[in-house]
Every structure is written in structure tokens, then in C-alpha cells.
């Protein structure tokens, strides 16, 4: 539950400009929960709507750092399997942000 609130604060922080703008390349959706969703071509398949519909975190944010630190903190794996395990319900776009948690973790 707090993440999803600490998700909805992070979203709301969105401009209408960069809304406007990831919405033309990521066709972003507001879930019923209040939480900016990606529609990708998974929304026809019978997953999960967590699964289809991935919310939407902003690369270069700090709770993208804090969601990257928590996969690798969980699992103390590699840069691969961190971002495997950070973006199973989440997207977080650009996957070279591992590189910022690779740099600011000591045990990566």
C-alpha cells in the first residue's frame, strides 16, 4: 500500500508536457487505482492487468533508484537480474539507470 502511494506522489509530479510527451510513444492510461499504466501489446493477452499494463516510473527519479537498490538488495545479483526483478510489475524505462545503482551500491 505505501508504495503505491509513494508511486501516486511520483506521478503526480509529472508536467502535463512530459505527460503529453511519453503518452504519443508509450500510450500511458490511467489504471482504475489512480496509477499511470503503460498499454503495450501484451493488452490483448490473458495475464495479469499488472502484468499487460506495467505502471509507469520515470527513469531518472529517485524512486527509481530506490526501487533498483531494493531488487538488488533483496537478491545481491547483477545488473541483468536486478532489473529483471525491478521491472516485473513496474517499468522503468531506460535500463541503463542499473548503471546508477551500480555506482552508488557497494555491493554491485
Keep these: 500500500m505505501s508504495k503505491v502511494v509513494l508511486i501516486k506522489l511520483h506521478q503526480q509530479s509529472f508536467t502535463e508536457d512530459y505527460k503529453?510527451?511519453?503518452?504519443k510513444t508509450l500510450k500511458l492510461f490511467k489504471h482504475s487505482e489512480g496509477?499511470?499504466?503503460?498499454r503495450g501489446r501484451l493488452g490483448l493477452s490473458t495475464l495479469e492487468d499488472s502484468t499487460k499494463f506495467p505502471i509507469y516510473i520515470s527513469p531518472k527519479s529517485e524512486i527509481a533508484d530506490l526501487i533498483l537498490r531494493e531488487a538488488?538488495?533483496?537478491f545481491h545479483s547483477?545488473?541483468?537480474?536486478?532489473?529483471?526483478?525491478a521491472i516485473q510489475?513496474?517499468?522503468i524505462?531506460?535500463?541503463?539507470?542499473?548503471?546508477?545503482a551500480r555506482t552508488k551500491s557497494p555491493t554491485m
Design 78 to 85: 547483477g545488473v541483468a537480474h536486478t532489473m529483471a526483478t
Design 72 to 74: 538488488h538488495g533483496r
Design 93 to 100: 524505462l531506460v535500463s541503463r539507470n542499473a548503471r546508477l
Design 89 to 91: 510489475c513496474l517499468t
Design 20 to 23: 503529453k510527451s511519453m503518452d
Design 35 to 38: 496509477l499511470w499504466r503503460i
